[in-house]
């Protein structure tokens, strides 16, 4: 029986996998992490940023790090995850690595749209199936994949994100139930906007964001307790208002935010 009130480190640890950890909220997510006594792998494709993190957090906490670079759109990269981690007693992962494209969809690169999807969706299948079967044979786990505030309807000129992230939301509801009763907690995590590298990446312009370690912080006290968290005070205000609206409704209201934020697009 998984105690509640345990520090997360004790309920799940002692090692901890995050990818997408070079930035971002992969990055907030491996600082709130060794804050908490877990020792991590680190995973993401530009190693200077990792071997970056992976000393201060020695430095800050004593953590143990292992930097792994992989690109995780690559069978191969996704496999070496899974193999280098062996030897580790594994009992946390985030899939944190991720990317958006946005504009219009005949107008993007297929190939692009092809690698997003192998990463998001294809990347985090494998991840928690490979490490699903772990902690299913040591009897507990913790899994947090990253879904969006975009996953709950279809959004014009971020179509082909927008399912990916429902894919992750699917996936991540339907495996939370499924393993409830071998001791493994999932949880998905549906941000609004948050300012990191994403949007210059995407190639939109954001308004307001939340801080990446806001949604760390938040959804770590929320795994084991919940199936899906909203974090921060604008995930919450856009995703119950949007909540109340019938899914044509949010999808026409998903196309005036994104006719806004793709605006350059046009320029
Ligand atoms: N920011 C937002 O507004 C927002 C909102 C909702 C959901 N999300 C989701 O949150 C997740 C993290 O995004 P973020 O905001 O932290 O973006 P970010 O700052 O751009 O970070 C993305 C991370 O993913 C890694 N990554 C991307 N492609 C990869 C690949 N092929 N192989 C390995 N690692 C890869 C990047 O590392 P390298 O480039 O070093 O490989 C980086 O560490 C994503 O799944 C995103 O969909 C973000």
Redesign the pocket.
């Known amino acids: 029986m998984i105690d509640r009130r345990e520090p997360l480190e004790v309920r799940y640890g002692p090692w901890a996998v995050v ?9 907030s997510f491996a600082a709130a992490l060794a804050q908490q006594g877990f020792h991590l792998v680190l ?4 190693s200077h ?2 071997d970056a993190l992976a000393a201060s957090l020695a430095q800050a906490h004593g953590t143990q790090c292992d930097v792994l670079t ?4 690559t069978a191969e ?1 996704v496999a070496e995850v899974l193999d280098r981690t062996a030897r580790h007693d594994v009992g946390l992962v985030v899939c ?5 494209t946005a504009g219009r969809f005949l107008e993007g690169d297929v190939g692009e749209e092809l ?1 997003m999807l192998r ?2 969706c294809g ?1 985090s299948t494998a991840l928690s199936w490979g490490f699903g079967r772990r902690f299913e044979s040591r009897g507990r786990g913790g899994l947090i994949l ?5 996953a709950f309807q279809g959004v014009p000129r971020s179509a082909h ?1 927008a399912a990916t ?1 429902s894919y992750v939301q699917t996936l991540a509801e339907g495996l939370r139930v499924e393993w409830a009763d071998r001791g493994i907690d999932v949880l998905a ?11 210059g ?1 995407a190639g939109l312009t ?1 308004g307001r ?1 939340e801080s ?1 370690e806001v949604v760390a912080a938040e959804s770590l006290k929320a795994l084991g307790r919940r199936g899906t968290v909203r974090p921060g005070l604008l995930a919450k205000v856009l995703g119950y208002s949007l909540a109340m609206t019938p899914r044509w409704g949010r999808i026409r209201i998903m196309a005036m935010v994104m006719r806004g934020m793709t605006k350059h697009h046009a320029a």
């Open positions: 990818t997408g950890a070079s930035e971002g909220i992969g990055k995973v993401a494709r530009r940023l990792l992989a690109d995780l759109s990269g944190a690595a991720g990317f958006g690698d990463v998001n990347a990253l879904s969006s505030i975009v994100y992230k995590v549906a941000p609004g906007p948050v300012a990191t590298g994403f949007a990446r954001m964001a990446p």
